[in-house]
């Protein structure tokens, strides 16, 4: 075989990994534009801010209220205060880079689903100021890079998953103003926050601790010393 040959076989060879390389990308981009499309098709939209979205492109990443990363894969979606009502569908968890989901301050119902504890890459979940039902899903505890977890403001009932003690990332939580029941956990990340986080729920109150104990005090030197008599 002369070098032509073999230069030829090479640039072709690298060539096809390229297509096949572009062809995952494109099929990856895919995927993520199904799961945000089967969103929109869940959800009534009445000032169209989801417009954009259309499914027939190659990416989601030039729609508004998305973000990209550089390999053209959702990181963000910014949908806060755009009236939009509906439920959250369980392709969400198909979006595994994302890290941020920001749909507070909607009219969303239903249940969170299960498949959110799949988004192992988020870092701000907020739902807040909704009207989502059910309870927590337990798998949020998978999310070990949560930094914001915010439920407030929706009926949410059941007990609090103890899995989301495991989370060592979280700095602010928020269940405030649900129908939260049982016992407010107290071990793990939640020795953080104080009862504000779980304020106007039907939920067991916290054990008050006993006041520490109180250490005998030495007398100072003037207080020991007998005073002379003249």
């Not at 060879?13 to 799961?35: C, M, Q, T």
């Not at 053209?72 to 994302?98: F, M, P, W």
């Not at 749909?103 to 100021?129: A, C, F, K, M, Q």
């Not at 109150?205 to 006041?211: D, G, Q």
């Amino acid at each position: 075989m002369d070098r032509w040959s073999k230069t030829t076989i090479f640039y072709s060879g690298f060539l096809f990994l390229i297509i096949v390389f572009a062809r995952l990308l494109r099929v990856s981009a895919n995927a993520e534009g199904d799961a945000l499309n089967a969103l929109k098709t869940n959800l009534a939209d009445p000032n169209s801010v989801l417009q954009s979205w259309d499914p027939t492109l190659v990416t989601p990443c030039t729609w508004f209220h998305v973000t990209c990363n550089n390999d053209n894969s959702v990181t963000r979606v910014d949908l806060e205060n755009a009236n939009l009502s509906g439920q959250l569908v369980s392709q969400l968890g198909q979006l595994t880079n994302l890290q941020y989901l920001e749909l507070y301050s909607n009219n969303i119902s239903g249940r969170i689903p299960n498949e959110l504890g799949n988004l192992t890459s988020l870092v701000s979940l907020d739902l807040y100021l909704n009207n989502l039902s059910g309870p927590i899903p337990d798998t949020l505890g998978r999310l070990q890079k949560l930094r914001f977890l915010r439920l407030n403001n929706n009926t949410l009932n059941g007990r609090i998953p103890l899995s989301l003690t495991t989370i060592n990332t979280l700095q602010v939580l928020d269940l405030s103003n649900n129908q939260l029941t049982g016992p407010i956990p107290v071990n793990g990340s939640f020795q953080l926050f104080t009862p504000i986080s779980f304020a106007n729920n039907p939920l067991e109150a916290l054990p008050v601790s006993p006041p520490p104990p109180i250490s005998p005090t030495t007398p100072s030197p003037s207080q020991a010393e007998p005073s002379r008599e003249s």
